[in-house]
């Protein structure tokens, strides 16, 4: 441990159970000194285990639905109320897609579920940041991080309409982010993280073949959700201030590769055909 947060206090959105990537950020942020308070959806809450993550981090939990801005309100008052002091960090991962859970495919969605992907998966981040301006909730430098994927940049099959929230989320951290810098000194970016066997992650169709060709694919294979919760951390430190309005690809590389040679190796493999010794095969 390098006690980055030490002293530092935050709010973590979306922790489930112990395959999520928020479990291991509050995890990490806990074991690098920070005070945190946990948040969920009250149904969520209800079918995952976050209370036993509240007892291992010594800390509360406060229930609210990011759709609801009369909901984001009442908790960071309260955190403000609980924490006698502004927050320095936020981590938003929030996302859910229903066209994705019920494998509709992207032309032919449902636009009710549409919307509401949008607006859990994406519209809720700009909720979470203007309630917490509103309040004057963040103390200068203070930081604030949403989970993004690379299907915001790029068409992978199954992530569906998640790829157009991954979209909107990015382009509201630049916006807000400019807007919070220039007036409080706040960071605002996403992290682009690899494929990772999240619940959520679970649900997507083909993820264990998209895993597998990522790892394949990326120099330094792809990042796991341990070293996703470390990279998380710096953001929330002060050892990068300077940085904000970014998407930053935590990834082992992937996003900068057309083909590496053990994707390629693989690729060739599946042309081969068996060889009869009595037909010419072209």
Known sequence: MYNLLKGKKGIIFGALNDKSLAWKIAERAYEEGAEIILTN?????????????????????????????????????????????????????????????????????????????????????????????????????????????????????????????????????????????????????TISQSPTMTTAGSGVKGMEGLMDFTERLSPLGNATSDECADYCITLFSDLTKKVTMQNLYHDGGFSNMGMSLRAMKMYNKSLEKPIDDDVLVS
């Open 41 to 189: 959806t009250p149904v969520s809450m209800r079918f995952g285990d976050i209370e036993t993550l509240a007892e291992k981090c010594n800390t509360i939990v406060i229930p609210a639905d990011a759709t609801s801005e009369k909901d984001l309100q009442n908790l960071i008052e309260k955190a403000l109320e609980h924490f006698g002091t502004k927050i320095d960090f936020i981590l938003h991962s929030v996302a859910m897609s229903m066209n994705v859970r019920k494998g509709l495919l992207y032309d032919n969605v449902n636009y009710n579920f549409y919307q509401k992907t949008i607006d859990i998966s994406a519209l809720s981040f700009h909720k979470v940041l203007q309630t917490a301006k509103k309040l004057d909730a963040i103390n200068e430098w203070g930081s604030v991080v949403a989970l993004s994927y690379i299907a915001a940049q790029r068409t992978l099959y199954g992530y569906n309409d998640m790829a157009d929230a991954k979209s909107l989320l990015e382009s509201i951290a630049r916006s807000f982010g400019y807007i919070y810098g220039r007036k409080k000194k706040i960071r605002v970016n």
